[in-house]
């Protein structure tokens, strides 16, 4: 949790320079909350120990490796810039991985590990470009993130069964294009729905948002203008 809360300060940050250094050029900004729902490539990651962990020595030997592709759902927060029909921003996504398993090299007799929970947290930030003005605004962004898989594995020895759990990590980068588009709800509201694809690295194979999120419209586009005159323009 206290990472997740250090990179969602990091986004707003970052998003707030971006609002401050570049006042007069904004047409808008703003960020959005997405619900996520994905594949990844998972099958052969190699797990490590944390630096500040000790792992068990015998699992550190059989180097823990995950097993299949998996399937994963979570939430995603982005802030974004738009200059022009131009957009860069930052995001964080955290999500649980599922279908998912562990192999390792050979144990001694009677030891056995079990993955236990996966989950991992992708930042990114990206750089875009809207395809088109309203009533809906398609955009396409070239993302790059770094993604971290936490997970936790169970060790066993006969005849005592279960005899601890410990945490590995596997860390990955990754560049692929995001095809989406923000649906102005009113002159503040928005939804959102993308479609992002891995391209190099990374975990995340396909992931799919859909969410809400808020602008500031300073932009003069003709249907912002338009929006502005409405009833949708006071909400």
């Known amino acids: 949790m206290h990472s997740a809360l250090s990179h969602t300060r990091v986004a707003a940050l970052v998003t707030a320079g971006f609002a401050l250094t570049l006042p007069a050029a904004a047409d808008t900004f703003g960020g959005q909350i997405h619900y996520v729902i994905g594949n990844g490539a998972f099958e052969g990651v190699e797990l490590t120990t944390p630096a500040a962990l000790e792992g068990p020595a ?26 022009d ?14 279908g998912v398993g562990l192999r390792t090299d050979a144990l001694p007799w009677g030891l056995s590990a079990e993955l236990s929970s996966l989950w991992a947290t992708s930042s990114e930030l990206f750089v875009g470009y809207e395809i088109k003005q309203g009533p809906v605004y398609p955009y396409i962004d070239g993302r790059l993130s770094l993604s971290v898989l936490q997970a936790q594995i169970d060790t066993y020895a006969a005849p005592h069964g279960h005899v601890g759990t410990n945490a590995f990590t596997a860390f990955s980068f990754g560049v692929g294009p995001r095809f989406g588009a923000l649906v102005p709800i009113g002159h503040s509201l ?23 999120g808020f602008w500031e419209n300073d932009r003069d586009d003709a249907f912002s203008n338009e929006l502005r005159r409405g009833w949708r323009g006071q909400i």
Do not use: H, K, N
């Open 58 to 83: 015998l699992l550190t030997q059989a180097t823990p490796r995950l097993r299949g592709m998996g399937t994963f759902q979570g939430v995603s927060v982005r802030g974004d810039l738009l200059v």
């Open 85 to 98: 029909s131009w957009r860069l921003g930052v995001g964080s996504t955290w999500y649980g991985v599922d």
């Open 190 to 212: 928005t939804l959102d729905a993308y479609a992002y694809r891995q391209i190099i690295g990374g975990f995340e194979q396909l992931t799919v948002g859909i969410g809400v």
